[in-house]
């Protein structure tokens, strides 16, 4: 897949920046909390799978050192100029559609992009594939499915407009080849493809600033996709944001499901 191909929310345009601050600021506790955990220190090779931001790209590359690699791949890397520098490689490149970029890494990472890959299980079984005898995976993808609302406590007609809006952009990523719920199936696709001491866990976040600020960015990005499919008017979109930023709204995300298992 190229960023040409359909891709419902681009790396290129001007909201994606806003998204990633919002995911890191949302994510990257989460996120850091399980690298730790798996123990990431000096000198381990890395490959970030569809890093887009750089936040996670960069805490790897102080935790690895000067004598360990953080590659960081995407379809597009254009917002990764800043930290292409050693320790980090910066690599374009389709996980859904090249082999592996590399071998022996100690930890394969990827946050938020399987849900969007038409080709998952090519994909899982490249990153697995790119490990070493021992090495760790760590994937962690939305389940729009499992929590498929803006609002989940839908009390007045700003909340019901919301979560309308909500059903639209999960109908154009489901016309796009996104799996809804796929994050929940990580347990299992992780034991199924061999990897042993599996485990997993959700984070599901409710209100906050940054959940705003990913609504915004988010609604912004696709309104014309929205406008084109006949799912929003003008009016709806601009009431919509109206609301968001007035700051009233109890805003959640889909929950994130962490899993994580070691190649044998």
């Known amino acids: 897949m190229t960023p040409s191909d359909g891709y419902l929310l681009d790396n290129r345009q001007t909201?994606?920046?806003?998204?990633?601050?919002?995911f890191a600021s949302l994510f990257d506790p989460t996120t850091f909390r399980h690298?730790?955990?798996?123990?990431?220190?000096?000198?381990?090779?890395?490959?970030e799978v569809g890093a887009g931001g750089t936040s996670v790209v960069s805490w790897l590359a102080r935790k690895v050192g000067p004598t360990g690699t953080?590659?960081?791949?995407?379809?597009?890397t254009s917002r990764l100029d800043t930290v292409a520098r050693p320790p980090v490689q910066v690599r374009t490149h389709d996980v859904g559609g090249e082999g592996p970029p590399g071998q022996g890494f100690d930890l394969v990472h990827a946050r938020l992009v399987l849900v969007h890959v038409p080709d998952r299980e090519r994909a899982?079984?490249?990153?697995?594939?790119?490990?070493?005898?021992?090495?760790r995976l760590l994937i962690e993808d939305a389940d729009p499915a499992l929590q498929p609302l803006t609002c989940p406590d839908e009390h007045g007609p700003e909340e019901r407009l919301a979560n309308r809006l909500r059903q639209g952009f999960r109908r154009l990523l489901a016309e796009r080849g996104a799996d809804l719920s796929y994050g929940r199936r990580l347990p299992r696709l992780l034991r199924e493809a061999g990897l042993r001491q599996v485990e997993a866990d959700a984070y599901f976040p409710l209100t906050s600033p940054a959940c705003t600020a990913l609504e915004l960015a988010t609604v912004r990005q696709i309104r014309g996709r929205l406008l084109e499919a006949g799912l929003a008017t003008d009016e709806d979109i601009d009431r919509h944001l109206a609301n968001v930023a007035a700051g009233g709204m109890d805003l959640a995300t889909a929950p994130m499901i962490s899993a994580w298992g070691r190649k044998v």
């Open 35 to 47: 690298l730790e955990r798996l123990g990431v220190g000096p000198g381990w090779r890395c490959w």
């Open 124 to 135: 899982l079984r490249s990153m697995i594939d790119a490990l070493r005898p021992g090495g």
């Open 15 to 22: 909201e994606a920046g806003e998204r990633f601050d919002a």
């Open 70 to 76: 953080v590659l960081a791949t995407d379809i597009d």
